[in-house]
């Protein structure tokens, strides 16, 4: 015999069970809840501890380091950042999450079999693909914080073709090569507010050697690192304050807070008004006819300063610069050449720009770390 269950109590069940969010599986099986991959994607949002107060931002960023010490010719730059990563061009899995859309350039939230939501980058125009692969990896053998960015393919249940443009989840099944899985660096990230996440390079100049925080040299090299990078969308929020791993003591309170950048796909082409991509991003002929000094005499960084960016022609002090120096050239002939072949930029082909061999960007890599080894600035 049939039970009858009566709509009030199924109206009371309804109230109470908590909502969750659907998938559509391979072979047309029925759509699975994934409360795990909800709830962490949850947890990625603001919570009461990770806002600061105005005064306690302005704490935090005095206090920041930008760097610390790696051992450069050990780091393995084709394979990355260990702790949650992606073999090169590995097949990875994953079910179609539902996101907000941010940026201006492809990409889709994606859960793995543990419930981990990742983000995606991919298409192969999308010069963020390659440009935050050789940035985030050569920021993070020299001792500095980015994302962790793995070139991988992937196979995405429930995706459109593009899920850029056709979003929300279907029934299909696509792979998406090329294409970057991004994690964020090991940390806590905090900001004032949600909508006011990051920093200005500008507020670089606010942190305060005699309260713990980095020397100018350190931060004139980051400064520099970004203009050899040509790093051209230096947005606020394109940069995090990170407070490393088991340092967040209290809501608000970090014991070791660090300026990390976040978004640098639109870098190794020229740095240009309106952040386009074309010139701004993996652009073998643009990057490579870019000198790293403004001037034939002097140390100030040849930078174009974007529309919206907050870093623009830095003025560099000598030991920001022999900083750096000495940081570029523990790199190896073998790194700089497992850097641009892991990122894939033999593949990168602007329009009106001949594409250019990975032998080609080491040799222009050399030329820019020469020009400044062999620059002295004033004191």
């Not at 909502?19 to 909800?38: M, R």
């Not at 920021?139 to 992937?154: H, Q, S, T």
């Not at 907050?310 to 003025?315: F, K």
């Not at 641009?340 to 080491?362: I, K, L, P, Q």
Request: net charge positive; proline share 6%.
């Amino acid at each position: 015999m049939r039970s009858v269950i009566a709509p009030s109590l199924l109206l009371v069940v309804g109230l109470l069970l908590p909502s969750v969010t659907q998938s559509t599986s391979l072979g047309g099986a029925t759509p699975q809840a994934q409360p795990e991959a909800e709830q962490k994607a949850n947890a990625r949002a603001a919570t009461p501890s990770d806002q600061l107060t105005e005064s306690g931002r302005l704490a935090f960023i005095r206090r920041a380091q930008v760097w610390r010490p790696t051992d450069i010719a050990k780091m393995n730059l084709r394979e990355g950042p260990g702790g949650g990563g992606f073999q090169p061009n590995e097949l990875v899995n994953c079910d179609y999450f539902h996101e907000p859309r941010s940026g201006t350039s492809p990409k889709f939230s994606c859960a793995l079999a543990g419930g981990d939501v990742v983000k995606v980058r991919y298409g192969a125009s999308n010069g963020e693909v390659e440009g935050s692969v050789l940035a985030t990896r050569l920021l993070w053998a020299l001792g500095f914080a980015a994302d962790r960015v793995y070139p991988v393919r992937v196979r995405c249940r429930g995706c459109s073709a593009d899920p850029w443009n056709s979003r929300g989840p279907s029934t299909d099944v696509h792979d998406f090569d090329p294409a970057v899985i991004e994690r964020k660096p090991a940390g806590h990230e905090t900001s004032l507010t949600k909508k006011r996440a990051g920093w200005a390079w500008t507020e670089l100049d606010l942190v305060d050697e005699e309260q713990g925080g980095a020397p100018q040299a350190q931060r004139d090299a980051l400064k520099l690192l970004a203009v050899m990078m040509q790093h051209t969308d230096s947005r606020a929020q394109q940069q995090r304050l990170l407070c490393l791993p088991g340092a967040l003591t209290s809501p608000g309170r970090c014991e070791k807070p660090f300026l990390m950048l976040h978004d640098v796909g639109k870098t190794f082409g020229h740095a240009n008004m309106f952040n386009r991509m074309g010139p701004g991003s993996v652009n073998f002929g643009a990057w490579a006819g870019t000198p790293i000094w403004s001037d034939r005499a002097g140390c100030v960084g040849h930078l174009r300063k974007s529309f919206t960016g907050t870093l623009g022609d830095p003025p560099i002090s000598e030991a920001g610069r022999a900083f750096l120096a000495q940081l570029l050239q523990q790199l190896t002939d073998q790194q700089i050449h497992d850097l641009f072949e892991v990122a894939g930029v033999g593949r990168r082909n602007v329009r009106a720009t001949a594409s250019a061999s990975v032998e080609d960007w080491v040799t222009a890599f050399k030329s820019k770390r020469d020009q400044i080894a062999t620059r002295q600035c004033a004191e």
